[in-house]
Nanobody
Framework: QVHLVESGGGLVQAGGSLRLSCTAS????????MGWFRQAPGKEREFVAA????????YYADSVKGRFTISRDNTKNTVYLQMNSLKPEDTATYYC??????????????????????WGQGTQVTVSS
């Protein structure tokens, strides 16, 4: 079992920055590909970014490419999402997710929620205009 806890959300003005963190329990974090998703009120959960278990490969949604950066520190069992140039449309609850089961081929597969086995409870990000 893996327990994921997100932090770092809050209220920020458009154009500002936030860094989200997701800390995982368990000794095998370094073998888990990780992802960030978000869900705005009345909308479906959508993919934001993913990172391979080594951190050498990343993949982003077009809507955040060039503004958000996903990274990880396996010594701290933590994955990060640095969010810059925030827009009101980035307002959502942000969730991290961990894939614990097997190989996945291309990192593009990690854009799908079904690729993940564990989810955090989410952290709210609100961007005011």
């Amino acid at each position: 079992q893996v327990h994921l806890v997100e932090s770092g959300g809050g209220l920020v003005q458009a154009g500002g920055s936030l860094r989200l963190s997701c800390t995982a329990s368990g000794r095998t974090f370094s073998s888990y590909p990780m992802g960030w998703f978000r869900q705005a009120p009345g909308k479906e959960r959508e993919f934001v970014a993913a990172i391979s278990y080594t951190g050498t490969s990343t993949y982003y949604a077009d809507s955040v490419k060039g503004r958000f950066t996903i990274s990880r520190d396996n010594t701290k069992n933590t994955v990060y999402l640095q969010m810059n140039s925030l827009k009101p449309e980035d307002t959502a609850t942000y969730y991290c997710a961990a894939r614990a089961e097997g190989a996945y081929g291309s990192i593009r597969y990690l854009q799908f929620a079904r690729a993940y086995d564990y989810w955090g409870q989410g952290t709210q990000v609100t961007v005011s205009s």
